[in-house]
């Protein structure tokens, strides 16, 4: 009988790949989702609950059902825009959501944790790369709610009997090399997704700020694609963590691209030119996140991203438009 893991977010877009690469390794993803940003669709690799995380009923009918010994907790908000005007949707799902589910955890004696954290607990960085010692100071409500939950792991590990593992991903993109899976198009906030909807589509696209302190004058992240942050997963999986404690790892290339340079990487990918528009810079960006530390998931896990260049990352986000189009 193969593990069970019990996956909240799961139908979702890092969610429902990591789903998948679980079901490749061997494990029994269980899906506990409430479908708002989730697709049924995604949902192939395991049994689905619908559930909310604030609904702490169905969170232990659930649990009580499939009795997980690990749980990775995906479900959240992650607009960083939009959580600068929604701050108390962002403190109660994805931190007042984290906490009680970290109570559930206790009460039905789940053994390991694994949390999607995010490079935005770092706020503006003072230096970059951002290593595991720069300081958390983030500068939106989204990353705030990450850090109050990576504390509330922190505080609680021991208590309720888990070990915790804490991804702090940079910006997941990218979409199933197979194109069963990927990233949402339609209303799409997120950069790759935007891009290859302008590209495609001849609808222009708007750069957030051209007058960061950058090399190009626009922002730079460090893009990862969504099947390595997956298999992240799996190697937390792979080598658990003693209980009542906590790790913490950068998820990322180690390598940044600028807004001008990922634009430049859909127009070579799809062969045809944007409609540049210039706007404002967006409420709760960071000027540059860029990961670093990397190797210490490689030598504590035996994770390393695979995919280090951007045009096969934006490759696979164009095969999956071309796959639902
Ligand atoms: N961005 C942009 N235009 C868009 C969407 C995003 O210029 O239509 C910029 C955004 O300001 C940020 C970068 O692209 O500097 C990455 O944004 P995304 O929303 O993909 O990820 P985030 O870093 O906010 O999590």
Redesign the pocket.
């Known amino acids: 009988m193969s593990e069970t893991v019990f996956v909240t977010g799961g139908a979702g877009y890092i969610g429902s790949h990591c789903c998948k690469l679980l079901a490749a390794n061997g494990y029994r993803p269980v899906t506990y989702d409430n479908m708002s940003n989730g697709r049924p669709d995604f949902v192939r690799y395991g049994p689905m609950v619908e559930g909310d995380i604030l609904d702490g009923f169905r969170l232990d009918a659930a649990l009580q059902e499939y009795r997980p010994k690990t749980v990775v907790h995906f479900a959240a908000l992650i607009e ?1 825009e939009e959580s600068t005007r929604e701050p108390t949707l962002y403190y109660d799902v994805n931190a007042s959501g984290t906490l009680g589910l970290i109570e559930k955890c206790k009460e039905h004696g789940v053994e390991q944790f694994i949390f999607s954290s995010t490079a ?1 607990v770092y706020g503006e960085p003072p230096s970059s790369p951002v290593t595991l010692s720069t300081p958390t100071v983030p500068i939106n409500p989204y990353g705030w709610s990450k850090l109050m939950s990576e504390r509330f792991l922190h505080d609680c590990a021991a208590d309720a009997g888990i070990g915790v593992t804490i991804f702090r991903y940079f ?1 997941a993109c990218g979409s199933d090399p197979d194109t069963e899976l990927g990233m949402r198009f339609e209303g799409a ?4 997704p ?1 891009l290859i909807t302008a590209a495609a589509e001849g609808t222009g ?5 051209t007058d960061y302190d950058t090399s190009d004058g ?2 730079v ?1 460090d893009y990862i694609h969504v099947w390595d942050v997956a298999n992240a997963h799996i190697a937390a999986l792979n080598s658990p963590v003693e209980v009542g404690c906590v790790r913490t790892f950068n998820i990322g290339v180690g390598r940044g691209f600028s ?1 001008r340079e990922v634009l430049e990487s859909v127009e070579r990918i799809i062969g045809s030119k944007i409609d540049l528009k210039f706007a404002d810079r ?1 409420a709760g ?1 960071a000027s540059e ?1 860029i990961a670093g530390d990397i190797d210490e998931a490689a030598s504590e896990l035996g994770w390393k991203a695979k995919y280090t260049n951007i045009d096969a990352i934006v490759r696979h986000g164009w095969d999956w438009y071309l796959a639902e189009h």
């Open positions: 960083v935005a910006n906030s997120h950069l790759i935007r696209f708007s750069i957030f700020g626009t922002c992240r807004v967006r960006d996140l």
